[in-house]
């Protein structure tokens, strides 16, 4: 158990809708970052969060967007959404300065 | 932009083997390197850290060694076991903490 948790698990969406995916993480963690996994494939980097600000995005759409709450919370917000966009989708929590980055379980978005 | 591929994308095996997995990546640039292990449809779980001016790191049957150089990792699991059966992913971390993975290597051992 890593302490980080997502909802929901699972997820099915039609092209075209919104979708918001939740994370929680471990206390005390100020950085949290998203990760695209689909299906055979290692994950790609979505964007970073840092004390609630966007820190970094990898090769993502602005339809892809994301908050951090101050209470170690954060969501993914996925806007139009198209049938490529079906995956699993971690979050991985850390503090600044270390090294360890924790990963939730991950939510499994389908898009029909 | 960095590359990072894993050799083989599939391996089998029967329990007991020693085998090794293999992570290379094309900026040597790193600040450190991570093997994990995710079972199906689960998040991931970190198995070894090494930094970029480490050689190797070991966790009881696992030995992860990295040469920075050339732009390689290799995982070594001795003794292998069913419970071992897992997809094990490297990843690289730049400056900002964004890791970039490998397609992973799916491991399944046979009783």
């Known amino acids: 158990e890593t302490g980080v948790t997502q909802s929901p698990t699972h997820l099915i969406k039609t092209r075209g809708q919104q979708v918001t995916l939740r994370c929680s993480s471990q206390?005390?963690?100020?950085?949290v970052s998203w990760y695209q996994q689909a299906l055979g494939q290692g994950p790609q980097f979505i964007f970073q969060?840092?004390?609630?600000?966007?820190?970094g995005r990898g090769n993502f759409p602005p339809r892809f967007s994301g908050l951090q709450f101050p209470n170690y919370s954060s969501e993914l917000n996925v806007n139009a959404l198209e049938l490529d966009d079906s995956a699993l989708y971690l979050c991985a929590s850390s503090y600044t300065g270390t090294d360890t980055q924790y990963f939730g379980p991950g939510t499994r978005l389908t898009v029909l | 932009k960095q590359e990072v591929t894993q050799i083989p994308a599939a391996l089998s095996v029967p329990e007991g083997e020693n085998l090794v997995l293999n992570c290379s990546f094309t900026?040597?640039?790193?600040?450190?390197l991570q093997w994990f292990r995710q079972d199906p449809g689960k998040g991931l779980t970190s198995l070894l850290l090494i930094q970029s001016s480490q050689r190797e790191q070991t966790s009881g049957r696992l030995n992860a060694s990295l040469d920075k150089s050339s732009g390689r990792s290799t995982l070594y699991i001795a003794a292998s076991q069913p419970g071992d059966s897992a997809t094990y992913l490297c990843a690289v971390r730049r400056a900002g903490n964004m890791l970039t993975f490998g397609g992973g290597t799916r491991l399944m051992v046979k009783p």
């Open positions: 900026d040597s640039a790193i600040y450190n």
């Open positions: 969060y840092y004390r609630e600000e966007e820190n």
């Open positions: 206390s005390g963690h100020n950085t």
